[in-house]
Nanobody, 123 residues
Framework: QVQLVESGGGLVQAGGSLRLSCVAS????????MAWFRQAPGKERGFVAV????????LYADSVKGRFTISRDNAKNTVYLQMNSLKPEDTAVYYC????????????????WGQGTQVTVSS
């Protein structure tokens, strides 16, 4: 069973950058599509970005396209989310999620989740 642990969250000023990491324990990390979701206060959790098992394909929510970059290092069992030009509306708890083989933008299709890491962007 894969377990996911996120890190890298924190407080940053608008326009700043953060890089989130999600380390997966267990085997077969390279066979999982990995995604990032986020949940802002009072809002439902929503899709941010996803990367396929090989790292060759990525997809982003329109709200983060051009500012965020998802990547992975299968040798380190780690997926990253580089967040640049951060805005106050990016404030949320960020979760990584794993799904065997096929990627999805729907949180209902992910069974493996991390505990989340808080990102706060001040104006």
């Amino acid at each position: 069973q894969v377990q996911l642990v996120e890190s890298g969250g924190g407080l940053v000023q608008a326009g700043g950058s953060l890089r989130l990491s999600c380390v997966a324990s267990g085997r077969a990390f390279s066979t999982y599509a990995m995604a990032w979701f986020r949940q802002a206060p009072g809002k439902e959790r929503g899709f941010v970005a996803v990367i396929n098992w090989s790292g060759g394909n990525t997809l982003y929510a329109d709200s983060v396209k051009g500012r965020f970059t998802i990547s992975r290092d299968n040798a380190k069992n780690t997926v990253y989310l580089q967040m640049n030009s951060l805005k106050p509306e990016d404030t949320a708890v960020y979760y990584c999620a794993a799904r065997a083989w096929d990627w999805s933008t729907l949180q209902s299709e992910y069974r493996l989740w991390g505990q989340g890491t808080q990102v706060t962007v001040s104006s």
